[in-house]
């Protein structure tokens, strides 16, 4: 299990390439990744505050959570603060189990609470504006499958 | 204790954090003596449903304790990933 | 959207990383990735034993049918056959949607129809022994849910 | 008609693929045929239960019919992913 929490871009590629690499007990491997989203086209930077100390902990507990629950041969957690471009990534989340079910629904699980747990908060910065991205009620109401 | 604000809460307030004395002792309480100090935290504790609260670092509601705690943070719902 | 069938290694870390690469409107990535399992220990190769031209049809089908049903922005599909060793990645699938449901019901219908529905079929050898993986009935019953 | 074998029914039939001239109209009249001619055919298709069958690399079920098809091919459930 690794969470990281940084301001610096991260290797996509080869961090979903290095996650469970070799190990030859896990069938199924899932990852998902958060990419700045710039629909409208204006959009010139997201800005990501985070709460230090807090972040860690919060992200910790959900991958622990998600361990306990699913059968995973490992965990991966990274997300990003400070400010980032249309197109980059924002966050990763990798599993690995044996059967594809346990890596599915863990990652699900993962980005569900990471979603509204996990104390990050996005400001979109286009043109002159800057305005708090709104918190959607269906990200709150994904908690309540699990 | 420290008074920690993130996103718009610590805009409206003006700063990123501040130590406070308080007798409070739930969160509820901290919030109606600050709510009565200025407008500027009237303003970011108007509607507490738009608001979320950690207790050293701990997500709880408005009702927890925070006798003994070292750091409360207020901020709105978080919206990462 | 692209099907890829061959007998190669392919790059997953690069897939990863290119596919949807630059698009600014999709929000979320998601791959899985089916890695050669050996949980006993005794497994030499995994043969993967393939229906030429039909293989093709079907995953496109799978893959069209999973870009009608969802909102996506892209769908890659990459599938080997032939020997490959423990720990070795078989396939992979991607998906990029604006929101993350979109992104894991397309993979998670990718993956149950695949299963299912592709010509494929795997061979282990382990010492002297070879015997063909048989289905699952869960991956059968997984169908149902769509 | 060209008729495909694949997995272990390829296996236990011997060869991967046949050329045959056949009068049947659906699957299953072609797994009687079939199923006729030696032992090795009986025994491959012993259990429809256990086969699956593509019809001009479409899958189908053993009612389809065969009238003008290329190909027909038999094989166990798939196992990819």
């Known amino acids: 299990m690794r969470v990281v929490v940084q301001q610096e871009p991260f290797d996509y590629g080869a961090e979903a390439a290095g996650f469970a690499d070799g190990r030859h007990d896990m069938g199924a491997v899932v990852t998902f990744t958060g990419v700045v989203r710039d629909v409208a ?30 059968s995973l041969g490992d965990v991966l957690v990274i ?4 400010p980032m471009g249309p197109g980059e990534k924002i966050m990763m989340v990798a599993t690995a189990a044996r059967h594809r079910k346990d890596a599915f629904e ?14 990050f908060w996005k400001k979109e910065h286009a043109g002159g504006d800057a305005s708090w991205v709104a918190a959607r009620d269906e990200d709150e109401d994904a908690l309540t499958r699990w | ?13 003006g700063q990123p954090k501040e130590r406070i004395e308080t007798t409070a ?25 738009a608001l979320r609260v950690a207790v050293d670092q701990d997500l709880t509601d408005f009702d927890a304790s925070i006798t003994g705690a070292r750091e409360v943070a207020f901020f709105p719902p978080m919206t990462g990933g």
């Open chain 2, 25 to 49: 002792t739930t969160v509820a309480e901290l919030v109606q003596e600050l709510r009565a100090r200025e407008d500027r935290y009237a303003a970011a504790f108007a509607d507490l449903s």
């Open chain 1, 106 to 119: 863990a990652a699900e699980y993962l980005m569900d609470y990471l979603k509204s747990r996990a104390p």
């Open chain 2, 1 to 13: 204790m420290d008074v920690l604000y993130f996103a718009w809460v610590r805009e409206r307030i």
């Open chain 1, 41 to 70: 086209g204006g959009l010139s930077t997201m800005e990501i505050e985070h709460y230090p100390g807090m972040t860690e902990r919060a992200l910790e507990k959900i991958a622990q959570e998600a361990v306990d629950r699913w």
């Open chain 1, 79 to 82: 997300h990003r603060f400070g």
